[in-house]
């Protein structure tokens, strides 16, 4: 059979087919609103997170819970990040208009926040004692585990509960647990504990305190091995200060300071001793020179055997149209037992050459002989204005012995000029002395000189004589041995330049003895002479040079040897720059002075004994009306009393006679 055949079976056929489909427009189906998303993503954290969630449905509203249950459109409605502080898990659904509820999203955060780490205190370091350490932890209620082993702490470790005592080199480490917490970093701290011992105060010997004499200080340190370093000038003592490696001469009153130090060990704490040296010598005024009757003398003394002082000053006395200062041109003058004062002569030159052949300015000391008469010299004045020699007879007649004439037509001639130093004389009355200038080789270099008793001026020795080693410019006198040999220095040349020790033989030969300026103690500039002793040994001052540079004592063996003696400057209260000569006792001590110095920095009376210790007699310009800046020797009398003269100072400061008594 043909379709066309069957046409109504077709059509039954189809419709007796079922449709499952939709009925009506509420049976359409709908879209699921997309599953939210976590930012940051589920995990395991140290820190509290911020979580916020989103979704890809446009309008979507989110609820969530983090207690672990699901989620429904009755939660909580997301609308902000979510603060997740410990470990949870969060639940959010989406529901948007137009879909279906979304699947459940689910994100686990593990917050593993660690306790904070342990502070040790005091900070690791080195320390020189030992030390308490405590460890604290900023988290609430934590425990604190530690070790001093060097190990890793754990729980199992010892409990922090006090401070731990850390007596050694070792290392501290902690941790802290707290509920809530995981476990803390691990703090760690290496303690390097140096106990250093303090090396002992220095001691002094004697102690300080007060004495009549001059002291050897002695300091010790009963730490092996300590170095000690002191000062002698009131300031705080450092290693950098003097190293103390021989005892301490104190010769006046001053404090000691020193500290010590032992190789690894601290420095002792600063030891100080107070010396109070009283020598009970009594110095006294004898005379103020007032201008009219003297003024400024440089010169020492001469005393004769009824105790009277003779003298002159450079300036002073009787005065003419310009005068300089307005005071006369100097003065030989005469001090009696009693202290009188008299002018026995005042010189009258006036800087040109002299028709009277009078001198002026009279720097040197007076000779006096057996007779009783006078003798000196003055470096400018007479017939040539080139200094004279000039003699005070025992009735006080004054006459000019001798007028340098170192030129003649300006041509040089063989004679001295600007005799500065006194004169010696000998048993026939020969009087012997220097001048500073003159002579054929340099105006500056000088001469010795003779005068007989008869008025004949000699030379006996050009400086410089053709010999470049040859001392100049002799500011000092002479001394003579019991063999006629002449002794003396020079101011200036020498090897060195710094001056010479030089002898002249009875036959007129000379020879320099000792050049000065050697090495880093030698002396330098005398302008002092030469004292000797029985054995033929030499003593004498340098104004310069010096480990100081303040000036020295020196002797020059019978042999030419030579050795520092003394150094001055070597304490805040020493003199310094001794100008003068030197004089010696029966028991070979050596006196003399210098222009500055001492307590009051107005010049010393000093004392060196034979062993070599110094010490100041007495500080000039200890009151308004003392004498000030010696620049002469002292003289001594049979008793032992000292006396000289100051430049300055007295009751007028035109300078002073002063005696020492012990």
């Not at 000092?476 to 002794?487: C, P, S, V």
Request: proline share 5%; hydrophobic share 35%.
């Amino acid at each position: 059979m043909t379709l066309r055949d069957t046409p109504c079976l077709f059509v039954i056929s189809f419709l007796a087919i079922s449709w499952t489909g939709p009925t009506s427009a509420t049976d359409v189906p709908s879209t699921a609103t997309a599953a939210p998303t976590y930012s940051p993503k589920a995990g395991t954290y140290t820190t509290a997170q911020k979580v916020s969630i989103s979704d890809a449905t446009t309008a979507a509203t989110i609820y969530y819970t983090t207690n672990g249950t699901t989620p429904t459109t009755a939660s909580t409605k997301y609308t902000v990040p979510i603060a997740v502080s410990r470990s949870e898990t969060v639940k959010a659904i989406a529901v948007a208009t137009g879909f279906t509820e979304s699947a459940v999203a689910s994100a686990l955060y593990t917050i593993e926040t660690p306790a904070a780490t342990p502070v040790l205190s005091p900070k690791a370091g080195t320390y020189t004692t030992a030390q308490k350490v405590s460890i604290s932890d900023a988290t609430t209620a934590a425990t604190i585990y530690y070790t001093t082993n060097g190990t890793t702490p754990t729980t199992a470790s010892t409990k922090y509960t006090v401070p731990i005592a850390v007596s050694r080199i070792e290392t501290v480490k902690a941790i802290a647990v707290a509920s809530g917490f995981t476990e803390s970093a691990v703090a760690s701290a290496l303690y390097t504990i140096e106990t250093l011992v303090v090396t002992a105060n220095p001691i002094f010997s004697p102690k300080g305190g007060a004495y009549t004499t001059v002291q050897k200080v002695s300091i010790s340190d009963a730490t092996a091995g300590a170095t000690i370093f002191y000062t002698t000038n009131g300031t705080m003592p450092t290693t950098s200060s003097t190293k103390y490696t021989a005892p301490i001469t104190v010769n006046n009153s001053e404090t000691i300071e020193a500290l010590a130090i032992a190789p690894g060990d601290t420095q002792s704490g600063v030891a100080s001793a107070a010396y109070n040296i009283n020598l009970k010598w009594t110095e006294s005024i004898i005379f103020s020179f007032d201008g009219s009757d003297g003024a400024y003398p440089q010169a020492g003394l001469t005393i004769d055997a009824a105790g009277n002082l003779y003298g002159t000053s450079e300036y002073g006395g009787a005065t003419y149209i310009g005068s300089p200062f307005g005071l006369g041109t100097g003065t030989v003058f005469k001090i009696s037992v009693a202290g009188a004062e008299s002018v026995l002569h005042s010189f009258t030159g006036s800087g040109a050459a002299e028709p009277d052949g009078d001198g002026y300015d009279p720097t040197g000391s007076l000779i006096i002989d057996s007779g009783g008469n006078l003798y000196g010299t003055t470096p400018l004045g007479g017939a040539n204005n080139t200094g004279t020699v000039f003699k005070i007879s025992a009735s006080g007649a004054y006459s000019v012995l001798y007028s340098f004439a170192p030129n003649s037509g300006g041509v040089p001639d063989f004679d001295g000029a600007n005799p500065s130093a006194g004169l010696i004389v000998d048993g026939a009355g020969n009087l012997y002395g220097t001048t500073s200038g003159g002579g054929p080789y340099s105006f500056f270099q000088g001469t010795v000189f003779k005068i007989s008793a008869a008025g004949a001026e000699t030379v006996l020795h050009f400086f410089g004589d053709g010999n470049p080693l040859d001392g100049d410019a002799p500011v000092a006198g002479l001394i003579r041995d019991t063999a006629g040999n002449l002794y003396g220095t020079t101011s200036g040349g020498g090897t060195y330049t710094f001056g010479t020790v030089f002898k002249i033989a009875a036959s007129g030969t000379e020879s320099v003895l000792y050049s000065l300026g050697f090495g880093p103690d030698g002396g330098q500039g005398p302008v002092g002479g030469v004292v000797m002793d029985s054995d033929g040994n030499l003593y004498g001052t340098t104004v310069n040079g010096g480990a100081n540079s303040t000036g020295t004592v020196f002797k020059i063996s019978a042999a030419g040897d030579y050795s520092l003696l003394y150094s001055f400057g070597a304490s805040a209260k020493d003199g310094q720059k001794p100008h003068g000569g030197l004089i010696r006792d029966s028991a070979g001590n050596l006196y003399g002075t210098t222009a500055m110095g001492g307590t009051n920095g107005a010049g010393t009376v000093f004392e060196i004994e034979a062993s070599g210790t110094e010490s100041i007699l007495y500080s000039f310009g200890s009151s308004a009306t003392d004498g000030q800046i010696p620049y002469a020797g002292l003289t001594m009398d049979s008793a032992g009393n000292l006396y000289g003269t100051t430049f300055n100072g007295g009751s007028y400061n035109y300078g002073a006679v002063f005696k020492l008594s012990p």
